[in-house]
């Protein structure tokens, strides 16, 4: 088992970080201060220590020379919330392995001790050769165990470095514009600006100086100059999520932005030349939807020069357990608290449950749970009745997307008393789409 030394003078952070280390297989020592530390290495050899920069009395960096002449084979991780780029050169040719920015996500620290308990030593206690680890895409993208979680990552690991359109379908609540996110920052625009629109909640009457921009005093309530979101995108990644939501004018002037890369804000007429990346997002059917004439054909082709379908939690059985504990160790971190497992009982509901809201449910769901958690253990009681009393519902192989799309549709009407604007709060979705969808269906509503 591998042994780790952290030194933190945040004692509650650090109480944290012990108890997630430890549930991950490591066997883990904690210290407050330099001095502290000091007594800790006279008696034991760590494989990895992770040493906060600014300690009372000291830093961790001076702490470097002593570690190495203890142990050349442990290897030293800095947790700085100043990301000094200096600090981490001159750590680093002390000897460290490397530094980690705050805040950090749970897996993005498992990373970096995984990547030093791999490394090779450097008996030289010569700088390490690797840069920093940063907060890159895929390390903030959870990639899941199962087939279809593998095939998607695949999928966004072979387009991201091209500049090809992509479009993302799938289910509201599965992670597309955190698969967009993961697209972006594994592409070699990863250092521009990432923009994420929602289509579905822009009003018809602003969506043009929304996307475009407008001038000052190009039209009532145009108080001043304003950038629009292509403009704001430029030299980066243009996420359009729920771009089935669009109106038929508005299709037509993304189109001309797209195919022409240039595009004018409202009341001007200076041209401005585009360079940026389009990822769309929906979880409609578009090519229904271009079969029916609400969608152009061509827009549907400029956007789907590669498409990408988002799996839902359902069909990733294998990575139910995996997200939540992922989710269970972020929902520690925002509410500060420290729970630090789910019954075997919970466990059960989890798999059995059909999860219609995906991910986004799966997320909120445990972060109440682990609110409402008293010990360290999340009970039954601590979970929704709804994921209780579903236990059991697991959607069956053979019963098709559309088929229990329609019965959650029914189900969602049935439960607000079919009123259709609460029922698309509950689905999660603009009512524009559920009206589309009930009459995709032919529900009698």
């Not at 289509?199 to 629009?228: L, M, N, R, Y």
């Not at 608290?337 to 799966?362: A, C, D, H, I, T």
């Not at 607000?416 to 709060?425: M, Q, R, S």
């Amino acid at each position: 088992m591998p042994k780790i030394l952290i030194i933190e003078d945040d004692t509650s952070f650090c109480q944290m970080l012990q108890k997630f280390l430890t549930r991950h297989g490591f066997e883990v020592n904690t210290s407050y201060s330099i001095q502290e530390a000091e007594e800790e290495l006279k008696d034991s050899t760590f494989d990895v220590i992770l040493s906060d920069v600014r300690l009372p009395k000291g830093n961790g960096v001076s702490l470097l020379s002593q570690i190495k002449q203890n142990s050349s084979k442990t290897q030293v991780i800095l947790m700085t919330g100043y990301a000094e780029v200096k600090t981490a050169v001159n750590a680093m040719k002390k000897g460290a392995f490397d530094y980690i920015s705050k805040p950090f996500t749970p897996e993005e620290i498992l990373l970096v001790i995984q990547n030093a308990l791999q490394a090779k030593p450097d008996s030289k206690f010569e700088p390490n050769k690797r840069q920093p680890q940063k907060k890159e895409g895929p390390r903030q993208f959870l990639v899941g165990e199962s087939e279809k979680s593998k095939k998607l990552q695949q999928y966004v690991q072979l387009v991201a470095p091209t500049n090809m359109s992509v479009l993302l379908t799938g289910e509201s609540g599965t992670g597309k514009e955190v698969t967009a996110k993961s697209i972006h920052e594994a592409s070699k625009r990863k250092g521009e600006r990432f923009v994420a629109v929602d289509c579905g909640a822009i009003p018809k009457e602003i969506a043009t100086s929304e996307f475009f921009g407008h001038v000052k005093g190009s039209f009532t309530g145009a108080i001043e100059d304003k950038i629009g979101h292509f403009e704001a995108a430029n030299g980066g990644t243009l996420f359009l999520d729920e771009v089935g939501n669009l109106s038929y004018e508005h299709q037509i002037q993304l189109l001309r932005a797209i195919q022409e890369r240039k595009i004018k804000r409202v009341g001007s007429t200076k041209e401005i030349q585009l360079d940026l990346r389009i990822i769309a997002a929906t979880n409609e059917d578009l090519l229904e939807a271009v079969a029916e004439g609400s969608f152009r054909e061509d827009l549907y082709h400029r956007l789907n020069e590669f498409s990408i379908e988002v799996p839902s939690l359902r069909e990733r059985n294998e990575d139910i357990l995996l997200f939540a504990n992922y989710f269970l160790d972020k929902s520690n971190i925002e509410l500060d608290k420290e729970v630090l497992e789910f019954s075997e009982e919970v466990k059960q509901m989890f798999l059995q449950y059909s999860w219609p809201g995906n991910l986004r449910e799966m997320k909120n769901m445990i972060k109440r749970a682990v609110l409402f958690t008293e010990g360290d253990t999340v009970l039954p009681k601590s979970v929704p009745d709804v994921v209780a009393n579903g236990a059991g519902t697991r959607t069956p192989q053979n019963f098709s997307k559309s088929e229990f799309e329609k019965d959650r549709i029914l189900n969602a009407l049935k439960q607000t008393n079919f009123n259709k604007t609460k029922a698309a709060k509950l689905l999660q979705m603009t009512r524009k789409t559920l009206y589309n969808k009930i009459s995709h269906y032919q529900l009698k509503v």
